[in-house]
């Protein structure tokens, strides 16, 4: 299991400030191919606002992760996939400037192949776009958002080459 620390830029303002954690917020994220190219979001949330990442968010009560992931994908962008595999489940924990914890995710990322829609930007997401990894370097992004797509698009060939 990878690890993500973030540090937020807050200082002790009590009125902007998150609530202390109690436990670990369940989220899913969906890194979709489709001709060498995969999905990214911009995020309009608070936590990672304007950085590119996977579409993904959290995970309602009672829902299975995968159903979570496609689910989140649709409402963030207007794709349909298949979800592939799993490709990692990361923890993500937000400090405030004290070291407090102020938000902890425990992530599970998916590999998806597009099968229907267009790319719009809707939900928690300021715009979408199909990039390839070359581009991915232009572009500021979630920490390890890099990795998890060169990972994913070696998944994706080889289960290709495997057919």
């Given at each position: 299991?990878?690890?993500?620390?973030?540090?937020?830029?807050?200082?002790?303002?009590?009125?902007?400030?998150?609530?202390?954690?109690?436990?670990?917020?369940?989220?899913?994220?969906?890194?979709?191919?489709?001709?060498?190219?995969?999905?990214?979001?911009?995020?309009?949330?608070?936590?990672?606002?304007?950085?590119?990442?996977?579409?993904?968010?959290?995970?309602?009560?009672?829902?299975?992760?995968?159903?979570?992931?496609?689910?989140?994908?649709?409402?963030?962008?207007?794709?349909?996939?298949?979800?592939?595999?799993?490709?990692?489940?990361?923890?993500?924990?937000?400090?405030?400037?004290?070291?407090?914890?102020?938000?902890?995710?425990?992530?599970?990322?998916?590999?998806?192949?597009?099968?229907?829609?267009?790319?719009?930007?809707?939900?928690?997401?300021?715009?979408?776009?199909?990039?390839?990894?070359?581009?991915?370097?232009?572009?500021?992004?979630?920490p390890g958002t890099t990795e998890f797509v060169e990972a994913a698009l070696r998944q994706y060939k080889n289960r290709i080459t495997k057919s």
């Open positions: 299991m990878s690890e993500n620390t973030a540090s937020s830029d807050q200082h002790a303002d009590k009125s902007s400030a998150l609530a202390p954690v109690s436990k670990p917020i369940s989220g899913v994220s969906m890194c979709v191919v489709k001709n060498d190219k995969v999905l990214l979001a911009k995020r309009g949330n608070p936590m990672g606002f304007g950085l590119w990442s996977f579409p993904g968010g959290h995970v309602k009560d009672g829902e299975p992760l995968r159903a979570a992931a496609l689910r989140e994908l649709n409402e963030e962008t207007g794709i349909h996939a298949e979800v592939i595999s799993i490709i990692d489940t990361i923890n993500i924990v937000h400090k405030d400037s004290t070291g407090a914890v102020e938000a902890h995710f425990v992530l599970s990322v998916f590999l998806g192949e597009w099968i229907s829609g267009s790319a719009v930007a809707d939900s928690d997401a300021m715009a979408v776009k199909w990039v390839t990894v070359q581009e991915m370097a232009k572009l500021k992004s979630t």
